[in-house]
């Protein structure tokens, strides 16, 4: 059996710190720094007159304060599990624009976004939370429709691949990371979190999921072994 969503928020709500350093914050993910800038440059170059961002799963804000360097003053809303990573997030967020500022403590599963409200949505490290097919569907749909014409989905995030064989091998050379990262008990302690919270879907998967829920246009901007960012772009108004 997985963690349960209460579980998973106990866990983040002690990590707050560690997640407030956008150089140690998501080490454990290859290429996160990377994926960062490349998530928000992509989006302030397809959406470049946005004025209101949503952050899902936003942690401490790094995704948020990322875009914001690129797009100054947006309207943000963050939604995580952990209210002591929305308050941090705030904090930090707040300090860095002369836009409103919302947080929500919800599951994404759960949350009501409502329809054409954002020009950018981001996910870093968070879907792979999701479980049944039913969640991944509905959840890309929901951020679809509360997405106004022409904004855009960007995700970051752990992958699987679908082939077994292909699968391991980059299983293994993600451990050789975590190992050269810092060492064999680290890696160990990675492994026993993902194998008790995450159930992530291949980089195939999800851009067929996007298809499907209406994105005529996905893009892969970035993938390195069991981590890719990618996203969706919403169809202009006619």
């Not at 140690?24 to 994926?35: E, I, P, Q, R, Y």
């Not at 993902?194 to 893009?219: C, H, K, M, N, W």
């Amino acid at each position: 059996m997985k963690s349960t969503v209460e579980q998973i928020r106990a866990r983040f709500d002690q990590d707050v710190e560690r997640f407030s350093n956008l150089e140690t914050g998501h080490t454990a993910f290859v290429d996160s720094l990377l994926m960062l800038n490349l998530m928000t440059e992509a989006a302030a170059a397809v959406t470049p007159h946005a004025s209101a961002l949503l952050d899902i799963g936003c942690g401490a804000g790094n995704y948020s304060l990322k875009m914001l360097g690129a797009l100054p003053n947006l309207n943000i809303t963050l939604t995580d599990l952990s209210q002591p990573m929305l308050d941090r997030a705030r904090e930090r967020v707040a300090s860095v624009t002369r836009g409103a500022v919302t947080t929500i403590q919800s599951d994404i599963r759960d949350l009501e976004l409502g329809a054409e409200q954002f020009d950018i949505i981001l996910a870093g490290a968070v879907f792979h939370h999701l479980r049944t097919d039913e969640e991944w569907y509905a959840v890309f749909e929901k951020c679809l429709i509360a997405l106004k014409p022409g904004g855009a989905l960007w995700i970051a995030d752990m992958v699987k691949h679908d082939i077994a064989s292909i699968q391991a091998l980059m299983w293994t050379r993600y451990g050789e990371y975590l190992v050269n990262l810092r060492g064999e008990a680290y890696r160990d302690q990675v492994y026993a979190y993902i194998e008790d919270e995450d159930t992530p879907r291949s980089l195939g998967y999800q851009l067929d999921i996007l298809r499907a829920v209406g994105f005529p246009q996905v893009e892969v901007l970035h993938k390195n072994g069991c981590f890719a960012a990618f996203g969706g772009i919403k169809r202009q108004a006619l």
